[in-house]
Every structure is written in C-alpha cells, then in structure tokens.
Nanobody, 124 residues
Framework: QVQLVESGGGLVQAGGSLRLSCVAS????????MGWFRQVPGKDREFVAA????????YYSDSVKGRFTISRDNAKNTVYLQMNSLKPEDTAVYYC?????????????????WGQGTQVTVSS
C-alpha cells in the first residue's frame, strides 16, 4: 500500500509559478513510476507529466511541455511538479499518482495509487 500526500497548490496570477510536492509512504517508492494528472469539474482527469523510477526519463502532455518540469528525490520519497508561466487554463485539481508500469505509457487506467489532490487556481 502506498499513500500519497500532495501540497503546494494555491492561487497565482497568470505568468507566475508554483511547485507541487507529493510525499509517498512506504519503502517501495523508488520502484514506481510517478505522475501528475489534473481535473476540472465536468471533465475527465487528464495526464500532465510522468517520470520513471530513476528520474532519468520524463514525459509531458503537449499543453504543459516547456513550462512544467517533473522531478523526484527517491531518498525523500518525493515527486515534484515545477509549474512556470502558468495560464488560467492550468486551473484544476492536481493529483499525484503512482504506477507500477512504464512512465511512457502512464494513463488514468494504469494508476495504482492516487493522492487526494491539491487545487491550483491561476487568475487572469
């Protein structure tokens, strides 16, 4: 069992930055691919970014590529999402996710564990 706890969400103006953190419980964190997803009311949860177990490979949705950076620190059981140049359309609840499968094919249906979510609101 893995428990994920996100933090770092909040209200920011367009063009600003936020860094989300997700701390995982358990001793097996380094064996999981980790990812971030987001969801707005009335829409499906969507993939944002993923990172493989070692941190050497990362993947991004086209909508955030070049603005967001995912990273991890296996010694701290933590994965991060640095979000720069934020836009109002980035407003959503952001969820941390742990996945036993490859980060390259991560999707909503492959996730083993979800965090509770953290709200990010970008004002125009």
């Amino acid at each position: 069992q893995v428990q994920l706890v996100e933090s770092g969400g909040g209200l920011v103006q367009a063009g600003g930055s936020l860094r989300l953190s997700c701390v995982a419980s358990g001793r097996t964190f380094s064996t999981y691919s980790m990812g971030w997803f987001r969801q707005v009311p009335g829409k499906d949860r969507e993939f944002v970014a993923a990172i493989n177990w070692s941190g050497r490979r990362t993947y991004y949705s086209d909508s955030v590529k070049g603005r967001f950076t995912i990273s991890r620190d296996n010694a701290k059981n933590t994965v991060y999402l640095q979000m720069n140049s934020l836009k109002p359309e980035d407003t959503a609840v952001y969820y941390c996710a742990a996945d036993r499968t490859s980060a390259q094919v991560m999707g909503v249906r492959t996730i083993d564990y979800w965090g509770q979510g953290t709200q990010v609101t970008v004002s125009s």
